[in-house]
């Protein structure tokens, strides 16, 4: 690939972002100006004020990109398709446990009583909700379900899951009422 020698172009004196770039600069002189004005196009849009009328605070239900700088907090409604946590936030249970959807996207830790996945009718998960859960115990923990059905991932095994000691699984809801549960799962 050639590299072209523009400090040899001639009538090329150009300013670029307060820079000067003379006839004859070097082309290391050349690529330190475009250094620094990539470094103040970035100071610049870092610092683009929010215009009046716009929400700051995420109110605004169309927002199509963001400046990376810009925090997003989790406040309402998170659909099993809003782009994930890079953690699974945790939910430490002590006792007999029903999910809840607060819990799509988390990690449930179970000591004991188990856990039960409460029926479509009761509480509606969307299609596609996913919970991992943890049994922090030295003995089995069931996983049940009530009237919907609960799958053990490549088997045609249905119903209550018996999830090992210090074992982990993951809940995936499939269709309106039926789970698939794989992992350290009878």
């Not at 029926?119 to 379900?145: D, E, L, M």
């Not at 053990?152 to 899951?161: N, P």
């Amino acid at each position: 690939m050639a590299v072209t020698d523009y400090s040899t172009t001639p009538g090329l004196n150009t300013t670029i972002s307060g820079i000067n770039i003379a006839e004859g600069c070097s082309p290391a002189g050349i690529n330190d100006a475009i250094r620094q004005l990539m470094a103040d196009v970035r100071v610049f849009y870092d610092n683009v004020p929010v215009p009046a009328g716009v929400a700051a605070s995420g109110a605004n239900a169309d927002i199509t990109s963001l400046r990376q700088s810009v925090t997003i907090t989790s406040v309402g409604t998170v659909t099993a398709t809003t782009l994930g946590y890079r953690g699974l936030p945790l939910n430490i249970q002590a006792g007999a446990y029903t999910l809840a959807l607060a819990d799509q996207g988390g990690l449930v830790t179970l000591s004991t009583g188990g856990l039960t996945v409460p029926a479509n009718a009761v509480t509606a998960f969307p299609v596609g909700a996913t919970i991992a859960v943890y049994n922090n115990s030295g003995s089995p923990q069931n996983i049940a379900i009530n009237t919907d059905t609960l799958r053990l991932a490549g088997t045609a095994s249905t119903g209550t899951r018996s999830l090992a000691q210090r074992g982990l699984a993951t809940l995936i809801k499939v269709a309106a009422t039926e789970w698939v549960i794989t992992g350290n799962v009878t």
